[in-house]
């Protein structure tokens, strides 16, 4: 699985909050070096079901 990435600022055609696809490898590096991109956790996409607790 590619890492995912989030844009904190505009970058491009992609909006802030958009997440980041389909840009070459250098341009990544240099958008995380100037913190206008963030990688995001894969525990963060994750959908979790809340839990509810089962009474007697």
Known sequence: MSKLY???EPVGRFKK???IG???AHEIERLLENKVIAEVEPAATA???????KEA
Do not use: E, H, N, S
């Open 6 to 8: 989030k844009a904190l």
């Open 17 to 19: 909050g958009d997440f």
């Open 22 to 24: 389909d840009l070459p």
């Open 47 to 53: 959908v979790t079901k809340p839990q509810t607790k």
